[in-house]
């Protein structure tokens, strides 16, 4: 594995005072699965992985980033040298990298015009990396575990949303299973999306 560098530092980590206020994501946290963690992208040390995920097929048909190097490098620069509405990070279980993350603010994307969104509205995009982690029920737990950490660290944020694509059963159902609830179905421009919520104090009204 490559050193982190000075310039490593200065260009992927998310600014200091960027629009996440300063969210603790990458705190470790006790899971049914094991010890979890986020990571934050770095592209010398996660591009490669992150690419061979996006070319699984499995991956692909949902997330559209398939092809060369260059295609994901170009997502990932676009978060972790923009404005600080969105952190990509690696999710580590047990030590191991096996999940890809985007933890963003909802309310500030495209997104928030296709539904009644609320300031500090936080969003979650997901994808479990290899064959051997998905229908364990894994995405459920971790889910779970990441808007655990949205809320605590996020006092402003009464809710933490998802858009899967409608067709993405398996998504859908680990949102469900993370304690989301399916609030309305909604057009984006590349699909039609379930609108998952989960909110801070169960009894919230959206």
């Not at 097929?57 to 990932?76: I, K, M, Q, R, Y």
């Not at 933890?103 to 495209?110: E, F, K, S, V």
């Not at 509205?121 to 290899?130: A, M, S």
């Amino acid at each position: 594995m490559a050193p982190t560098t000075v310039e490593d530092v200065r260009t992927e980590r998310p600014p200091a005072d960027d629009l996440l206020d300063r969210l603790d994501h990458e705190r470790p946290v006790t899971t049914a699965a094991g010890a979890f963690r986020l990571a934050s992208v770095r592209i010398k040390r996660d591009l490669l992985r992150i690419v061979g995920w996006m070319n699984d097929p499995a991956v692909a048909a949902f997330w559209d980033l398939a092809g060369p190097a260059s295609v994901t490098e170009e997502h990932l620069r676009r978060q972790l040298d923009g404005d600080g509405h969105s952190v990509p990070c690696i999710g580590l279980l047990e030590g191991s990298p096996m999940s890809y993350w985007e933890i963003y603010r909802a309310d500030l994307d495209p997104l928030a015009g296709h539904y009644p969104a609320l300031p500090h509205d936080t969003g979650i995009h997901l994808l479990i990396g290899g064959n051997a982690d998905r229908g364990r029920g894994l995405g459920g737990v971790l889910i779970a575990a990441v808007a655990d950490l949205v809320f605590g660290g996020r006092p402003a944020c009464a809710r933490v949303i998802a858009e899967p694509d409608l067709r993405n059963i398996a998504s859908v159902a680990a949102f469900l299973n993370a304690g989301f609830r399916l609030s309305a179905e909604i057009d984006l421009p590349a699909k039609r999306a379930a609108l998952m919520l989960r909110d801070r104090n169960p009894s919230f009204l959206s």
